[in-house]
């Protein structure tokens, strides 16, 4: 079993930045594709960046060129750095992490952390 917690959320004005964080823990065997995803009051949750185990990245056009993903294999974590955010990027921030446990796999979700852009 794999858990994933999520850190760094937090009240920000508009054109603020934040990080996230989230630290995989657990009996972690190979984490595969990580991914960070968003549920803004009334809406679906939605894709905003994935990193591949070999660092290869996809942005929601929405948050390109604002936000970075990263991981750091190392210590089972990856980051979500988040600039020059705005009012629409409040939501409940969840990442993501597939793994693989022998020919096993499976997907795990944080439990998100909550961002909201006022002013």
């Known amino acids: 079993q794999v858990q994933l917690v999520e850190s760094g959320g937090g009240l920000v004005q508009p054109g603020g930045s934040l990080r996230l964080s989230c630290a995989a823990s657990?009996?972690?065997?190979?984490?595969?594709?990580m991914g960070w995803y968003r549920q803004a009051p009334g809406k679906e949750r939605e894709l905003v960046a994935t990193?591949?185990?070999?660092?290869?990245?996809e942005y929601a056009d929405s948050v390109k060129d604002r936000f970075t993903i990263s991981r750091d294999n190392a210590k089972n974590t990856m980051y979500l750095q988040m600039n020059s955010l705005k009012p629409e990027d409040t939501a409940v921030y969840y990442c993501?992490?597939?793994?693989?446990?022998?020919?096993?796999?499976?997907?795990?979700w944080g439990q998100g952390t909550q961002v909201t852009v006022s002013s």
């Open positions: 993501k992490a597939g793994h693989y446990s022998g020919l096993q796999f499976a997907n795990y």
């Open positions: 657990g009996r972690i065997f190979r984490l595969a594709a």
């Open positions: 990193i591949t185990s070999d660092f290869r990245t």
